[in-house]
């Protein structure tokens, strides 16, 4: 299984950006899906998350600014970042938590190798 995440880039402030990140491999479900974020000289931090049904969640920070959204069939999750702020420059991270890769078999947390955003003022 691999997590290729694309979309990053450097923006000015206001700006926005699409996240995208495609899941391959054996797989039979995928029950969560989200990204992740870490800013130098700091932890990861979850950004927001999606379930298969489309319930999602946010960080307080970026509520009412990024959208996360899912396509199950393409096993693909996205994240709409608008109006961009330099505190959202960071490595963001997909990750597909719980992912099964054969009925009956046990689910496991895969991560993407991150992309660069960078806003700047």
């Known amino acids: 299984v691999q997590l290729q995440a694309s979309g990053g880039g450097l923006v000015q402030a206001g700006a926005s950006l699409r996240l995208s990140c495609a899941a391959s491999?054996?797989?039979?479900?995928?029950?969560?899906m989200g990204w992740y974020r870490q800013a130098p000289g700091k932890q990861r931090a979850m950004v927001a998350t999606i379930t298969s049904g489309g319930s999602t969640n946010y960080a307080d920070s970026v509520k009412g600014r990024f959208t996360i959204s899912r396509d199950n069939a393409k096993k693909t999750v996205y994240l709409q970042m608008n109006g961009l702020k330099p505190e959202d420059t960071a490595v963001y991270y997909c990750?597909?938590?719980?992912?099964?890769?054969?009925?009956?078999?046990?689910?496991?947390?895969?991560w993407g190798k991150g992309t660069l955003v960078t806003v700047s003022s």
């Open positions: 491999g054996s797989i039979f479900s995928i029950p969560y």
């Open positions: 990750n597909a938590e719980g992912l099964v890769v054969a009925p009956g078999s046990y689910g496991a947390d895969y």
